[in-house]
């Protein structure tokens, strides 16, 4: 099946592909000789990162719909705000940044450093909020001052995870799809993490929607399996009816939260121990919220012979290596 996105707004924010990169050492290390690494956290926009393939139909459809300015949410150290900003910059929009203490961190380095000052470089208004209730009301005053100004406000969700939103990963298994072919492979495991949850909805509907010649397993780093599959399965719903396309089976899905950890945020010695293992055998930079956990996945299912012996494997990389920075001072060495 052809994955046509046409007929969706969309703008161009400048770096796909990808590049689709051997892991030689770093399979050898683990025991997974046939390993690639889908490098979305190299792009020219903004330090890269997966929400930018987001942002190219959230952006498309607000400018279509004619705004001029975007507000979206998320964590203090939030790769998709820092992204956000950075693509409103290119595009000359004005860039609402709602920040919510989520995480239990604080210090200069949690605070000021890392996605924060990116946020800000980038040009983004930054409001930082205590708690949910906070955010709500500081979310009613930006709509209020944006009518009596009269700008036209786009408001993306966290993550920005939506039907709109996994159209992008949508997109990018095609991409992914053709990178292989152009190896000879037709067919593969990919492994991705799994936080709002519009990434693995496009990838779990784009995979399925193409007869399943792709696996998906899916690293939970901030829900317990069973409520990321529920909240996955029904953003690919919802995005399979945006397409006006029939929902596949998921049963090539597997999902897991052995390497979560205690929450969203906080990383584990295997977090850590993945970090180092990337960056010793393939100069590879992860971040500890994300993609930090979804290595420690990867490292934890080939020890534990999930993986065929050969299978090609691809792990996606989604980026996030400014947050690091934020976590400096609690760095194992």
């Known amino acids: 099946m052809t994955l046509d996105l046409g007929r969706f707004p969309r703008v161009d924010l400048g770096g796909f592909p990808t590049p689709l990169q051997p892991a030689p050492r770093l399979g050898e290390a683990i025991g997974v000789p046939n390993l690639l690494l889908k490098r979305d956290d190299v792009h020219p926009l903004g330090q890269g990162g997966n929400k930018l393939r987001k942002l190219e139909f959230l952006l498309g459809a607000a400018l279509a719909d004619g705004a001029d300015t975007v507000v979206t949410f998320g964590a203090l150290q939030t790769n998709h705000g820092r992204q956000t900003a950075a693509a409103c910059a290119k595009l000359g929009l004005r860039c609402e940044l709602v920040l919510t203490a989520k995480v239990p961190r604080d210090g200069d380095a949690y605070e000021r450093s890392g996605n924060v000052l990116l946020d800000h470089i980038f040009g983004a208004n930054v409001h930082f909020c205590a708690d949910g209730e906070e955010t709500g009301r500081t979310y009613d005053r930006l709509l209020a001052e944006a009518a009596a100004e009269g700008r036209k406000v786009a408001t993306f969700p966290v993550g920005g995870s939506n039907a709109v939103g996994a159209l992008g990963y949508v997109a990018a298994t095609a991409e992914l799809a053709g990178q292989l072919a152009e190896r000879g492979i037709t067919r593969a495991r990919i492994v991705a993490p799994h936080a709002s949850g519009g990434t693995v909805a496009g990838l779990a509907l784009g995979t399925g929607l193409l007869d399943e010649s792709l696996a998906l397993d899916v690293a939970c780093v901030s829900h317990p399996a069973e409520e990321a599959l529920e909240s996955m399965s029904q953003l690919v719903a919802e995005t399979a ?23 969203y945020g906080i990383p584990r010695e295997d977090t850590w121990a993945a970090l180092r293992l990337f960056g010793r055998t393939e100069g590879v930079v992860l971040d500890p919220v994300y993609s930090g956990k979804a290595g420690a996945a990867l490292v934890d299912w080939a020890a534990h012979g999930r993986f065929a012996e050969d299978e090609p494997v691809v792990f996606l990389h989604t980026g996030g290596s400014p947050g690091l920075y934020g976590y400096a001072p609690e760095f194992p060495g």
């Not at 929902?247 to 205690?262: A, F, I, K, N, Y």
């Open 241 to 263: 009816k945006l397409m006006d396309v029939g929902v596949p089976s998921l049963d090539h899905v597997h999902v897991d939260d052995r390497t979560m950890g205690e929450a």
